[in-house]
């Protein structure tokens, strides 16, 4: 067990070298799944993980308060099945695409329906079958979806980066497109797009999680 001080934890933006200096989402799951203190943890499937640093840092500091409580449930979320990636980053782009920027949709249009393209080749259906949800939201933005399939249909149909290079910066997009969009209620979205990665990432693992969670109560004050 890792000896900090978490007398008065911050939950804040960025890196933090240890828990004096305050903390991030993913740092406090690496203490509290008993890992060193690091904002990379194991614990954790690496690419909701990135969503939940993106929201961390994205959220404002008096909308992140909420943020503490969902900490927990990310431990031990470490499936390994391909749909992850791929359905992971349509939920976030789904819940951002009516709502951010232009230049934005249009880079997550291209993203979406790249990730149904791998989505489609795992299981079996055509190309061109998209998820409803993905369908619907893809509909919303007409413009964008339709210079984002002219695109495709022009680019190379293997997509061997989808799950290092382009699904990150996708989710990335999306969170900070919804940050900055001309909304009401940017830290609630941030926070249903948390929600929704972290119950589809939880969707796909198929034996439950045996990693020891901490059971002392740690005194967030954020």
């Given at each position: 067990m890792n000896n900090f001080d978490l007398s008065v934890p911050v939950l804040s933006r960025g890196k933090h070298r240890n828990p004096r200096k305050g903390a991030c989402f993913m740092e406090f799951a690496s203490y509290l799944a008993g890992e060193p203190?690091?904002?990379?943890?194991?614990?954790?499937?690496?690419?909701?993980?990135?969503?939940a640093r993106d929201v961390n840092d994205c959220t404002t500091d008096a909308g992140r308060t909420r943020l503490a409580p969902l900490i927990p449930s990310v431990i031990g979320l470490t499936p390994d099945d391909p749909h992850v990636v791929p359905r992971?980053?349509?939920r976030c782009i789904q819940h951002a695409l009516p709502v951010v920027s232009q230049e934005r949709q249009y880079i997550?249009?291209?993203?979406?329906l790249v990730g149904e393209r791998q989505l489609a080749l795992i299981d079996g259906r055509p190309l061109d079958d998209l998820e409803?949800?993905?369908r619907e939201v893809l509909e919303s933005?007409?413009?964008?979806t339709k210079w984002a399939r002219s695109f495709t249909s022009r680019a190379h149909r293997g997509?061997?980066?989808?799950a290092r290079r382009t699904a990150p910066r996708a989710v990335s997009c999306a969170v900070e497109g919804i940050s900055q969009a001309c909304v009401r209620n940017p830290d609630e979205r941030l926070f249903d797009l948390l929600t929704a990665a972290i119950e589809e990432t939880r969707s796909w693992?198929?034996?439950?999680a045996e990693r020891p969670v901490r059971q002392e109560v740690v005194p967030f004050n954020v």
């Open positions: 203190w690091s904002d990379h943890p194991s614990c954790t499937h690496a690419l909701l993980a990135g969503v992971v980053t349509a997550l249009a291209v993203a979406l409803p949800e993905s933005v007409p413009s964008a997509t061997p980066d989808f693992v198929h034996t439950p």
